[in-house]
């Protein structure tokens, strides 16, 4: 085992988790009071109508559904999980 | 003559030896794990057959006689140039909706605290005696995330890539039986009995749309070489969210991450060569894998217990254990382990948040280790 290796191995590991708490921490910020905002201000009007799709585009899209979203994914596993 | 032709078969067994032997036992093992067991069937087949081809005789498919071989060219191009992981980072960003972490942006503390586990094995693989880059390439096994792993390894410690890469594949698939058992020594069950209420609201379409561009300027500026992972990954997910490129949204979840995914595992496959594979350091990375999911599995729990200490509603800390980039795998084990306790006791919502926000945790971990560790041997 080497000395200064170890050594930079745990300042990696001070610094690397100081800058992945400071990422999210910044996301976390961020990320709550754009939805807080947008909500405010941006809020979809029609949901039928929420991609904007129209003769123009239509052709840029295929007829299958959109893959299950995590929330959908998270149903349907709390609803297996319970049948077993 | 005839001795020249009878010379000429013989050769190939002549250059095989129990190396090449025990090569062909390893790839048809995880071929078997693929076929019969379901363990990441998608990359552990390519890689099994891979590891067959590579080690046959005069590693033809490799290089022979001064002829680059097939899978060379592939590992040059896609490996070493790092363009594979970052196309399957496309695919993969694609395939991920950041929804449930607008409802609950908190949990992504989670997503970095489980990301702990990744240092810490690097802390123990300098112990052991693998120098910091070896080691930083071991510790992202712990980030659960195959490109990123591959993507280290490709900068760091090319000589490991096919133990690295089998290593933190097949442990993936190994999260049901891996985290049960370490959320059960650090929790209590009335810990596990700890409701989570969950209340969705509608989050307008310009949040979803304009998230993957703010994540990739804030992570870029934080920290530059991960823009190449960050971006790519975030560019997948604005194909997916801005919502009229549904087709390229589907083209890159399904045929692009296929054929990709495809091309990587034969080529992970190829680089397990028997003379740089069968290394007791191959046994020592499956070791040191085991330790980053432990660990990353410990420090989320941990540190949701960590938090509760000063909540007066209390977090269920099996969210925790969420934190990592295995996605649904850890947030369906931590629901079935709640529906032990409680069949009534739905956390899925909060565990599939704090998932999510692991898949980001570990591209961010990715990029700090790609950046810290060619400072720290300057």
């Known amino acids: 085992m080497n000395t200064v290796t170890l050594v930079q191995s745990l300042i990696l590991t001070a610094v690397g988790m100081i800058v992945v708490f400071a990422f999210m921490g910044a996301l976390i910020f961020i990320v709550h009071f754009y939805v807080a905002l947008a909500t405010r201000f941006f809020s979809d009007k029609d949901d039928g109508d929420k991609n904007g799709e129209n003769g123009s585009n239509a052709s840029n899209k295929t007829n299958d559904a959109k893959p299950d979203s995590p929330e959908q994914v998270a149903a349907a596993i709390a609803a297996a999980i319970r049948r077993k | 003559m005839i001795q020249s032709i009878l010379s000429f078969f013989a050769d190939g067994f002549m250059s095989l030896g129990w190396q090449q032997g025990v090569m062909y036992l390893i790839g048809a093992a995880l071929i078997w794990l693929a076929v019969a067991k379901d363990y990441e069937p998608m990359l552990l087949l390519p890689i099994g057959f891979g590891a067959i081809l590579v080690n046959l005789p005069y590693e033809v498919v490799w290089q022979h006689e001064g002829v680059t071989g097939a899978l060379k060219i592939l590992f040059d191009a896609g490996i070493l140039t790092e363009l594979f992981p970052l196309l399957i980072f496309i695919g993969v960003g694609a395939m991920i909706e950041f929804a449930p972490l607008f409802q609950r942006p908190w949990v992504m503390l989670f997503g970095a605290a489980a990301h702990l586990g990744i240092f810490i094995t690097i802390i123990v693989a300098v112990l052991i005696g693998f120098d910091l880059k070896e080691a930083a390439s071991i510790g992202i096994i712990g980030a659960a995330d195959g490109p990123t792993s591959i993507y280290v390894t490709t900068r760091f410690a ?142 989320g729990v941990l540190f949701a217990k960590f938090l509760n200490l000063f909540l007066r509603k209390k977090i269920n800390p099996m969210i925790g254990a969420c934190g990592i980039s295995a996605f649904p795998m850890a947030s369906r084990v931590i629901q079935k382990m709640a529906f032990k306790d409680d069949p009534s006791n739905v956390i899925l919502s909060h565990a599939v948040s704090a998932n999510v926000s692991g898949q980001l945790g570990s591209v961010i971990a990715g990029g700090i280790v790609l950046a810290l560790v060619p400072v720290l041997l300057q």
């Open chain 2, 158 to 299: 090319k000589h490991l890539m096919g133990p690295i890469t089998v290593v933190a594949y097949s442990y993936m698939s190994l999260v049901p039986i891996i985290q049960p058992p370490v959320v059960r020594m650090l929790t209590t069950k009335r810990e596990r009995l700890i409701r989570m209420d969950a209340h969705d609201r509608k989050v307008p379409k310009v949040v979803t749309i304009s998230f993957p561009i703010i994540v990739t300027l804030i992570a870029s500026i934080l920290v530059p070489i991960a823009a190449p992972l960050i971006g790519f990954l975030m560019f997948g997910n604005l194909i997916r969210e801005c919502g009229v490129l549904d087709k390229l949204s589907l083209t890159a979840q399904n045929e692009l991450s296929n054929i990709v995914t495809l091309l990587l595992g034969i080529t992970i496959g190829a680089s397990m060569r028997a003379s740089d594979f069968l290394q007791y350091k191959t046994l020592l990375i499956m070791g040191l894998g085991l330790v980053a999911f432990v660990a990353d599995t410990a420090s």
